[in-house]
């Protein structure tokens, strides 16, 4: 069995790879390069994750990439990551210090230097000389470049023994930066590389968890048709009043995820005295919070909101809050958590004054 379905810590080594993309608040959109024969250890692997369309491969590791690029022709990224599938152990910071790369340079690509003495053998197997290794280093994936560049230098090549996209890349004249790759990220080649893998799952210290709380009120406007709650606008017999959208879910929602890297709250990065957000869409407050836990190292691990209200019903529009929040953390949706409760018609709420709402988010910091 080709080596990115083996199992590595009871699940396929490509799901993992995939989990590493799919996750991260960087990537988009991802789609696998795969071999028409190995569709059905495909599905299994790629099972529940919203990705695009998998793309047939070629003869040569070269066509496959290139096919994998052209499927992506019609609706292009800006920049694209190339990567090993059977690189299970990447980190979100790698893949972030990769696209960061692209500001300054065409491509990047992760890599570590070369610590051993390298020596270059001779038929018999003994050595005929030392290779100098200052300045050598052993590239690894993921490879990040602009879209339309790689695309263009790959279509430029029927070089087959071109052996990684950064080569592609310099034979069409692209500078390629090296950025820090790590011992961990290995390609699982062999079952000895499995093996490896699978102790460095094991014994990877799994960072911390950081805890951030959020809450929030906004009082009914006195007109209004309608209230927007965790990004979804439900008919109402009046509106919230408030600078932004007054969206209190998502409002709660921010403060938990700066909370959790002590980043300040919402108010700080959006002063209401500040015109721009007038009328503003709060869904980009979430965007803001969510690369702000990325620039700290964060993975997000789970969010739970609980909307406090009388009026209107939240239970029809749960499902919709769910997804939305999901999309715009780009986190699996079975992180994400949306509950209401009244308060027995007591208090502000149970006055229909205006609505409530408090949020926790955890955040993983990894070691
Ligand atoms: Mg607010």
Redesign the pocket.
């Given at each position: 069995m080709p080596k990115q379905y083996a199992m590595l810590g009871g699940e396929p080594v490509l799901r993992r790879t995939l989990r590493a993309f799919v996750e991260h608040p960087r990537i988009d959109r991802v789609t696998v390069v795969i071999h028409p024969d190995d569709r059905g250890l495909y599905e299994n692997a790629a099972a529940d994750f919203k990705i695009l369309p998998p793309v047939s491969g070629g003869a040569t590791r070269r066509v496959s990439v290139l096919n994998g690029l052209s499927a992506l022709e019609d609706d292009p990224p800006g920049r694209v990551l190339i990567h090993d599938a059977a690189r299970p152990l990447v980190s979100p910071d790698i893949i972030l210090r990769s696209l960061d790369a692209l500001d300054r340079c065409a491509g990047a690509v992760a890599a570590v230097p070369v610590h051993d003495t390298l020596k270059q053998s001779d038929e018999a197997g003994s050595i005929r000389r030392t290779v100098p290794r200052t300045g050598l280093w052993r590239a690894q994936t993921p490879q990040a470049f602009h879209y339309d560049e790689i695309l263009k230098a790959h279509r430029a090549t029927n070089d087959d023994t071109l052996t990684d996209d950064a080569a592609v890349a310099e034979r069409a004249g692209l500078t390629v930066a090296l950025v820090e790759g790590a011992e961990e990220n290995l390609k699982v080649t062999t079952e000895q590389d499995l093996a490896r893998a699978e102790m460095l799952l094991r014994t990877a210290p799994s960072g911390t968890i950081r805890i951030g709380s959020g809450y929030?009120?906004?009082r009914f406007s006195a007109n209004g048709d309608h209230v927007t709650l965790c990004g979804i606008a439900i008919p109402h017999e009046k509106g919230l009043a408030?600078?932004?959208d007054?969206?209190?879910g998502l409002?709660a929602l921010v403060d938990a995820l700066l909370g959790a890297i002590a980043a300040g709250d919402?108010g700080t990065h959006f002063p209401p005295s500040d015109q721009r957000w007038a009328g503003a869409d709060s869904r980009i407050f979430v965007e803001h919070a969510r690369d702000l836990v990325a620039e700290a190292g964060g993975m997000i691990e789970n969010v739970d909101v609980t909307l406090i209200c009388e009026r209107p019903r939240v239970g029809p529009h749960r499902q919709a809050m769910c997804t939305m929040i999901s999309e715009l953390l780009a986190i699996p949706a079975n992180r994400v958590s949306v509950k209401a409760t009244t308060t027995e018609g007591l208090g502000f709420s149970g006055r229909r004054e205006g609505i409530a709402a408090q949020a926790i988010a955890s955040v993983r910091i990894p070691a």
């Amino acid at each position: 069995m080709p080596k990115q379905y083996a199992m590595l810590g009871g699940e396929p080594v490509l799901r993992r790879t995939l989990r590493a993309f799919v996750e991260h608040p960087r990537i988009d959109r991802v789609t696998v390069v795969i071999h028409p024969d190995d569709r059905g250890l495909y599905e299994n692997a790629a099972a529940d994750f919203k990705i695009l369309p998998p793309v047939s491969g070629g003869a040569t590791r070269r066509v496959s990439v290139l096919n994998g690029l052209s499927a992506l022709e019609d609706d292009p990224p800006g920049r694209v990551l190339i990567h090993d599938a059977a690189r299970p152990l990447v980190s979100p910071d790698i893949i972030l210090r990769s696209l960061d790369a692209l500001d300054r340079c065409a491509g990047a690509v992760a890599a570590v230097p070369v610590h051993d003495t390298l020596k270059q053998s001779d038929e018999a197997g003994s050595i005929r000389r030392t290779v100098p290794r200052t300045g050598l280093w052993r590239a690894q994936t993921p490879q990040a470049f602009h879209y339309d560049e790689i695309l263009k230098a790959h279509r430029a090549t029927n070089d087959d023994t071109l052996t990684d996209d950064a080569a592609v890349a310099e034979r069409a004249g692209l500078t390629v930066a090296l950025v820090e790759g790590a011992e961990e990220n290995l390609k699982v080649t062999t079952e000895q590389d499995l093996a490896r893998a699978e102790m460095l799952l094991r014994t990877a210290p799994s960072g911390t968890i950081r805890i951030g709380s959020g809450y929030d009120v906004h009082r009914f406007s006195a007109n209004g048709d309608h209230v927007t709650l965790c990004g979804i606008a439900i008919p109402h017999e009046k509106g919230l009043a408030g600078h932004s959208d007054a969206d209190v879910g998502l409002h709660a929602l921010v403060d938990a995820l700066l909370g959790a890297i002590a980043a300040g709250d919402i108010g700080t990065h959006f002063p209401p005295s500040d015109q721009r957000w007038a009328g503003a869409d709060s869904r980009i407050f979430v965007e803001h919070a969510r690369d702000l836990v990325a620039e700290a190292g964060g993975m997000i691990e789970n969010v739970d909101v609980t909307l406090i209200c009388e009026r209107p019903r939240v239970g029809p529009h749960r499902q919709a809050m769910c997804t939305m929040i999901s999309e715009l953390l780009a986190i699996p949706a079975n992180r994400v958590s949306v509950k209401a409760t009244t308060t027995e018609g007591l208090g502000f709420s149970g006055r229909r004054e205006g609505i409530a709402a408090q949020a926790i988010a955890s955040v993983r910091i990894p070691a």
